[in-house]
T-cell receptor, first 113, second 111 residues
């Protein structure tokens, strides 16, 4: 069964460093998302991406964040200068239509020290 | 924006017991999904259920869209059912499909 994959599973970085989180969505999906979950809290929407551009972003998704689909398979989230408060689990998701079931990857746990 | 409320926040069961988790939402939705977050943090899709009833083994779900709630039933619970259960909705109306999550119900099943 097709699945969304994410790498790395865990990343530790120092404050101020850039990180890139990688996702491979399901191959025939057209809509892509990033969500994050701070430890012990609910999952929050960051950004949606369709037709090679951002469709919607939350207030969390400030200028420090960017997304890219560099080729036909990968979908990346970049944080330019990490802060302590960026420590969280980051989930990638994808779907065929915007109102259909979203499939989530296993997540990348980001720890900023 | 749309509000999603889940109840109860915490639930402790003995193995073999049945339970009902509830998700209330404040506006009409195009998409409603139930997830189980396992101890490793992974979000496991349980149901895509914007309306109607579905069953998958010991789990079933019902969404009454006109009354803006969804229920997740777990029967004959097992210790492996422990974890956090999230309801998430997409409001639609030209929305890009972003899901708004509830706060979750933390379920502990004791042997």
């Amino acid at each position: 069964e097709p699945e969304v994959t994410q790498t790395p599973s865990h990343q530790v970085t120092q404050m101020g460093q850039e990180v890139i989180l990688r996702c491979v969505p399901i191959s025939n999906h057209l809509y892509f998302y990033w969500y994050r979950q701070i430890l012990g809290q609910k999952v929050e929407f960051l950004v949606s991406f369709y037709n090679n551009e951002i469709s919607e972003k939350s207030e969390i998704f400030d200028d420090q964040f960017s997304v890219e689909r560099p080729d036909g398979s990968n979908f990346t989230l970049k944080i330019r200068s990490t802060k302590l408060e960026d420590s969280a689990m980051y989930f990638c998701a994808s779907t065929t239509e915007s109102f259909y079931e979203q499939y989530f990857g296993p997540g990348t746990r980001l720890t900023v020290t | 924006g749309i509000q999603v409320e889940q109840s109860p926040p915490d639930l402790i069961l003995q193995e073999g017991a049945n339970s009902t988790l509830r998700c209330n939402f404040s506006d009409s939705v195009n998409n409603l999904q139930w997830f189980h977050q396992n101890p490793w943090g992974q979000l496991i899709n349980l149901f895509y259920i914007p309306s109607g009833t579905k069953q998958n083994g010991r789990l079933s779900a019902t969404t009454v869209a006109t009354e803006r709630y969804s229920l997740l039933y777990i029967s004959s619970s097992q210790t492996t059912d422990s974890g956090v259960y999230f309801c998430a909705v997409d409001q639609g109306s030209g929305n890009t499909g972003k899901l708004i999550f509830g706060q979750g119900t933390t379920l502990q099943v004791k042997p």
